[in-house]
């Protein structure tokens, strides 16, 4: 094995993966694990011949590491601009957080904005219920003659979008003329 052969292909393998996340960077928002997988995807399926994986995990962390100090990737920055994006559409704590976790962002930054979005929105489940159930039609804006005939489903509607069972009856038992005083506040 000659090292100077490869050390041409090395410098142009690093050359490519900078170009890949650059490219990347520009399309998406991605948190560093999502550039991590799309980098190692790239380098294993076109690099085969003389990289084996532990190489390739090597110069992935080396070109994060160089973005991250550049600040042009960062997970803290990410999980902010995600949750504030995730709480306008109306997703629950709880949903926000699993979507951060799947994502592969650090449980420190996650328990950090969820602890920021408690203390600027206390009720903040509760708002974004409503906000869900105006988005699929559901609790409050259906007919009071379908209301109870849907109860169940609007009820399993909002637990598998992440709220407890407090907030889903809280929101389910809101009148007409309460459900559109509080969605003039939002």
Not at 118 to 132: E, M, V
């Amino acid at each position: 094995m000659n090292p100077a052969r490869y050390k041409k292909n090395f410098d142009r393998v690093i050359e490519e993966l900078r170009t890949f996340a650059y490219s990347y960077l520009e399309k998406y928002s991605p948190s560093k694990q999502q550039l991590r997988t799309y980098l190692l995807k790239k380098i294993l399926t076109r690099q085969k011949a003389f990289l084996n994986k532990k190489n390739a995990v090597d110069m992935v962390d080396e070109i994060i590491g160089s973005l991250e100090t550049k600040s042009l990737i960062s997970d803290k920055y990410y999980s902010e601009s995600k949750s504030k994006t995730f709480l306008k559409r109306g997703y629950s704590l709880n949903k926000i957080r699993y979507s951060l976790i799947k994502k592969g962002v650090e449980d420190k930054y996650i328990n950090n904005v969820i602890s920021k979005i408690q203390q600027n929105y206390p009720d903040s489940d509760f708002f974004s219920a409503i906000k869900l159930c105006k988005r699929k039609r559901i609790g409050p804006i259906r007919e009071e003659s379908n209301r109870k005939l849907f109860y169940k489903k609007d009820m399993s509607i909002l637990a598998r979008s992440g709220f407890n069972y407090e907030t889903s009856k809280k929101v389910l038992d809101l009148s007409k003329k309460d459900y559109k005083k509080l969605l003039g506040l939002l």
